[in-house]
């Protein structure tokens, strides 16, 4: 499994950003693909993922109402829209896939390489 996540950016306290993860090699039937950030100096958090195989959602209770998860099966692409960002928004964000649902990146062994979000006040 490939991932490649993209769409990060420069952006004002309040501005959208929508975040794509790409999956290759494998179809989105029975993954769980979630979105980790890190940022300088903290260590990767879990922010969301769907499971396929429930239709599930899940988020970090700081992203809760502002973040939402969402994928194309066509397109085989994961997206994370966020709104009303923050200033601690900023970091940078990885999209992981796995069997379960899990919120420790330990769990995770297939990784994109992460996008940076920066949010400036």
């Known amino acids: 499994v490939q991932l490649q996540a993209s769409g990060g950016g420069l952006v004002q306290a309040g501005d959208s950003l929508r975040l794509s993860c790409t999956v290759s090699?494998?179809?989105?039937?029975?993954?769980?693909l979630s979105w980790f950030r890190q940022a300088p100096g903290n260590e990767r958090e879990f922010v969301a993922a769907?499971?396929?195989?429930?239709?599930?959602?899940y988020y970090a209770d700081p992203v809760k109402g502002r973040f939402t998860i969402s994928r194309d099966s066509a397109k085989n692409t994961v997206y994370l829209q966020m709104n009303g960002l923050k200033p601690e928004d900023t970091a940078v964000y990885y999209c992981?896939?796995?069997?379960?649902?899990?919120?420790?990146?330990?769990?995770?062994?297939?990784w994109g390489q992460g996008t940076l979000v920066t949010v400036s006040s």
């Open positions: 992981a896939a796995g069997r379960w649902y899990k919120v420790d990146p330990s769990d995770y062994d297939q």
């Open positions: 090699g494998s179809t989105l039937s029975n993954l769980v």
């Open positions: 769907f499971s396929r195989r429930s239709g599930n959602t």
